[in-house]
């Protein structure tokens, strides 16, 4: 059984910062690729940033320049370090790891609160 833990998530003021973790455990086929995702209160769930097994990187225009996404693929872990961060960016944030090859699967974690005050 495949399973996604978060952390890092916290209460912080605009301007600060954060790192948010994601481990998949149980893990046997390789992930294509390991993304977060947030949904804010009353809002569809969107894309933040997502990483590809060879590194290429994908971000959303609202964090672009502000926030990083890394991952160590022998841990199976993924990071997003998040700057300068602004109250819009308050929400749950939920870690996604995909494998599109043969053998696929989509799994998501429990979510982490991220909230980010003025």
């Known amino acids: 059984q495949v399973q996604l833990v978060e952390s890092g998530g916290g209460l912080v003021q605009a301007g600060g910062s954060l790192r948010l973790s994601c481990v998949a455990s149980?893990?046997?086929?390789?992930?294509?690729?390991m993304a977060w995702h947030r949904q804010a209160p009353g809002k569809q769930r969107e894309l933040v940033a997502g990483?590809?097994?060879?590194?290429?990187?994908n971000y959303a225009d609202s964090v672009k320049g502000r926030v990083t996404i890394s991952r160590d693929n022998a841990k199976n872990t993924v990071y997003l370090q998040m700057n300068n961060l602004e109250p819009e960016d308050t929400a749950v944030y939920y870690c996604?790891?995909?494998?599109?090859?043969?053998?696929?699967?989509?799994?998501w974690g429990q979510g982490t609160q991220v909230t980010v005050s003025s």
């Open positions: 996604n790891a995909r494998r599109t090859e043969l053998f696929p699967f989509n799994y």
């Open positions: 149980g893990v046997i086929l390789s992930i294509n690729t």
């Open positions: 990483i590809s097994s060879t590194g290429a990187t």
